[in-house]
């Protein structure tokens, strides 16, 4: 199965500030990854697909990018309702795998 | 508008059986592979089972395979996930999804929670 690896596991940042998360794969995925946010007791949210498609309704604060093995979701100015969890996902193999996920937590 | 509602979490011991369901509306099901994803308690997400459009072909993460059995019936807009020889392990929020080509996972229902305990 491919490994998904995210860094960091936790990241601190403060309203306004712009942020990256980086998630690497154990082997070369192409550009079939996705970005979703996850708020405690709600269903997760699709937020970029095929490594930088914005899914609609979504700000353009986000961004992906990305090819191969490594990617990232850059936010630009934060607000208070981006502080949740991200995953990455790829989809370019079965078993679909996710990375461990990185908590955003307002500084 | 696209929803998917799932059913048929709660209690069940260890070693018991368990089956959710997902009931999908809002557009054509028969069309679109689907997939469980489950969360459990504190931890992370964790794609389960997948299954294509038209039921032919099954998926299963590695540590399901033999215990789990996803299916689905076009006829009536459901996909299931059958649990068998459940552990504590297996306790979580289980997600129905709609696995949209190229995309991945667009769509989520709200979960339903199996608990796996004595």
């Known amino acids: 199965d491919i490994q998904m690896t995210q860094s960091p596991s936790t990241l601190s940042a403060s309203v306004g500030d712009g942020i990256t998360i980086t998630c690497r794969a154990s082997q070369n995925i192409s550009r079939w990854l996705a970005w979703y946010q996850v708020k405690p007791g709600k269903a997760p949210k699709l937020l970029i697909y095929r490594t930088s498609n914005l899914e609609t309704g979504v700000t353009s604060r986000f961004g992906g990018s990305g090819s191969g093995t490594e990617f990232t979701l850059t936010i630009s100015s934060l607000q208070p309702d981006d502080f949740a969890t991200y995953y990455c996902q790829q989809y370019n193999t079965y078993s679909y795998t996710f990375g461990q996920g990185t908590k955003l937590e307002i500084k | 508008e696209v929803q998917l509602l799932e059913s048929g979490g709660g209690l069940v011991q260890p070693g018991g059986s368990r089956r959710v369901s997902c009931a999908a509306s809002?557009?054509?099901?028969?069309?679109?592979?689907m997939s469980w994803v489950r969360q459990a308690p504190g931890k992370g997400l964790e794609w389960v089972s997948g299954i294509s459009h038209s039921g032919g072909t099954t998926y299963y993460t590695d540590s399901v395979k033999g215990r789990f059995s996803i299916s689905r019936d076009n006829s009536k807009n459901t996909v299931y996930l059958q649990m068998n020889s459940l552990r504590a392990g297996d306790t979580a929020v289980y997600y129905c999804?709609?696995?949209?080509?190229?995309?991945?996972?667009?769509?989520w229902g709200q979960g339903t929670l199996v608990t796996v305990s004595s």
């Open positions: 999804v709609i696995d949209t080509s190229g995309v991945g996972f667009d769509y």
């Open positions: 809002g557009f054509t099901f028969s069309s679109y592979a």
